[in-house]
């Protein structure tokens, strides 16, 4: 992990975002919320940090990490508790839940903030009955004591693959409006999603009005606006993350199967093409630690990976220039996929640069 580059990457996301007038929440989970990429997030001017998982919200409180904490995920009911003694923030869609939080900061003595998820079609967490959303705003306003309603927020691009067209956001910003309307003052957030919200800051057409995006991918990888996109992110950083794999075999093979094919390691048959002997190179890793083959990108591009079992990587090597040897390192690219993967392997070692 090379943190300078880690570092530069959240103060340019940072810095775009403030010229817009949006703060922005610094997303851990895809580093499974490892603490030094954290610190990165609170040096490169993040206004909050953010997770799914509180175990990662915990272990930045114990490091000392210094900005309001954010839960991302809606809370299961039986974790409220620590919600509100970890979390300064989390989004919600659910009554019952917020009920649970406010009893739970009522018993801590403190105020919990909540922001309320409207549920735009992207069909994964949120109100989808936008008069619900504004009664339940004017509830917890009026009635929970003990849990502020900071504001409205969405989420698109997850499960309905639904992008954050400004229309989209601009239907968030109706929803914000009708929310200040019911409790009579105006909210301190409204967020706007997270990464692929932030295409309108690079286009300049993010709604008035969005004033908080919650961003991982972007200042992680900075790949998938590039990738799918086709936006040009420079000057960000694409190579903050390297994984390195050590050579264990060095052989001359064929290319297809020798025996009667039935099914791989996980039960499948995948296609085998026959292009004679071929050198092949393993490496010391698998899906166990990364997940699918295809979400690792050799940095020599003449390498190509055949494919994997649990803990086995198996590369051609034929057309590549590098002959490598027992005991030599090859660099990939992550994607989102497998860097979440990498990061929670205990088999892999974390070094930071
Ligand atoms: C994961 C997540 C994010 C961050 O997503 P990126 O695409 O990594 O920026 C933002 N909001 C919610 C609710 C999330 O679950």
């Not at 919600?83 to 939080?101: F, K, Q």
């Not at 010391?284 to 295809?294: L, M, N, R, S």
């Amino acid at each position: 992990m090379d943190l300078h580059k880690l570092r530069e990457n959240v103060s340019y996301v940072v810095e775009k975002c403030k010229e817009e007038g949006i703060s922005v929440s610094g997303v851990i989970k895809g580093v499974n919320g490892d603490l030094k990429c954290a610190g990165m997030f609170a040096e490169g001017g993040c206004r909050y940090i953010a997770s799914s998982r509180l175990e990662q919200i915990q272990d930045c409180r114990e490091a000392g990490i210094d900005l309001p904490m954010m839960l991302i995920r809606i809370p299961m009911k039986s974790e409220t508790e620590d919600v509100v003694r970890l979390a300064d923030y989390s989004l919600n869609s659910e009554p019952e839940v917020l009920r649970a939080l406010n009893e739970a900061a009522e018993r801590q003595e403190k105020i919990h903030r909540v922001i309320l998820m409207a549920d735009l079609g992207d069909l994964r967490e949120g109100f989808w009955d936008k008069e619900d959303l504004v009664n339940t705003a004017l509830w917890v306003e009026r009635e929970l004591d003990h849990l502020e309603l900071s504001g409205v927020g969405t989420n698109v691009g997850c499960y309905g693959s639904v992008q954050p067209t400004e229309e989209k956001l601009q239907e968030l910003v109706r929803n914000a409006g009708n929310v200040e309307r019911a409790i009579g003052r105006p909210l301190e957030i409204v967020s706007g999603g997270a990464t692929s919200s932030f295409m309108r800051i690079m286009d300049g057409n993010i709604p008035d009005g969005i004033n908080h995006l919650r961003i991982g991918e972007q200042i992680l990888l900075a790949r998938d606006l590039d990738v799918f996109y086709g936006y040009d992110v420079r000057p960000m950083h694409q190579d903050v993350f390297t994984f390195e794999g050590e050579v264990i075999e060095v052989k001359n093979k064929p290319s297809y199967p020798v025996g009667e094919i039935g099914v791989d390691a996980f039960g499948r048959t995948p296609h085998y093409e026959d292009k004679g002997i071929r050198t092949k190179v393993l490496i010391a890793c698998g899906k166990v630690d990364y997940g699918d083959p295809a979400d690792l990108f050799p940095r020599d591009s003449d390498i190509v990976i055949l494919g994997a079992s649990s803990d086995h990587t198996i590369l051609d090597v034929t057309d590549c220039s590098c002959q490598p040897k027992i005991g030599d390192i090859l660099d990939f690219d992550v994607d989102y996929a497998s860097l979440v993967y990498l990061t929670s392997s205990r088999s892999v070692q974390i070094q930071y640069v």
